[in-house]
Structures are given as C-alpha cells and as structure tokens.
C-alpha cells in the first residue's frame, strides 16, 4: 500500500540498503536501519544544537516492514522538545521499493540526543528549531 510520509517532517536522510546489509533471504538487518535513524538523529540535533550531540535514549523500536535489498531508505525527523542540554526528535524510516514508486512506513522511535562540548559535558543548547 502507498503511503506519504507526513508533510510535517524534514527528509534528513536517504540511502540504498546494500547485500553487505542484509541476511541471505535479503532482508535488511534491522540494526542498520536503526544506525541510519542514528545518523539521521545526530544531523538534525547537530544543527539545532549548534555543536556536536550524543545519542543518550531511544524508545522503542518496532520494524513493521522490511527492507529490501536495493530499496531507498529515507529517513524523516522533527524536532519535538528542545530542553536546556538535549533535543528530543521524532524518527521515522520509510522505504521506497526497488524500482517502484510505492513507499512504506518502515519504523518509528524517539530519540533524545544531548549537546556536548569538545571534554565530552553536557553544554546549553541554542535554542532553534
């Protein structure tokens, strides 16, 4: 079933999913999904935070599809909560199958990253979204 990701979220992320990523019936693992939406976290924390964030929680994370070799995986955040040390970003995946235009909501999670100075400590946030 086509779906559209919602038009209330930033397209921060887009990849091929690969064979070196997948088990031997090509299905993507799912620790690799979750590092995209890792990276995906970390560049639009980043850029509200102005400066380096650490992922320091993320809730839980149910696949209800896969993904394919030969996919596109995109992945969408928003800023829900930006908090004195932290950014708080709604994460999902979404997959566009191989040579077709339908695309599937993968996977959800939160994830709460926390700006950090160059010693590894908490610092302010600029206060952006």
Known sequence: M???PPADMELTLRTLAMPAD???????FGGWVMSQM???A??????????????VAVNEIVFKKPVKIGD???VYTK????????????????????????REKVTEAVFIM????DNGDPRPVRKEA
Do not use: M
């Not at 970390?42 to 992922?55: L, S």
């Open 72 to 74: 596109t995986l995109c």
């Open 2 to 4: 086509d779906q559209q």
């Open 79 to 102: 800023i829900e909560k930006i908090g004195r040390t932290s950014v708080t970003l709604k994460i999902e995946a979404w997959t566009r199958r191989h040579y077709q235009d339908s």
């Open 114 to 117: 926390v700006a950090v100075d």
């Open 22 to 28: 997948a088990n031997p019936a090509g299905d993507i």
């Open 42 to 55: 970390f560049v639009r924390a980043n850029d509200v935070a102005g400066g380096r964030t650490v992922t």
């Open 38 to 40: 890792d990276l995906a």
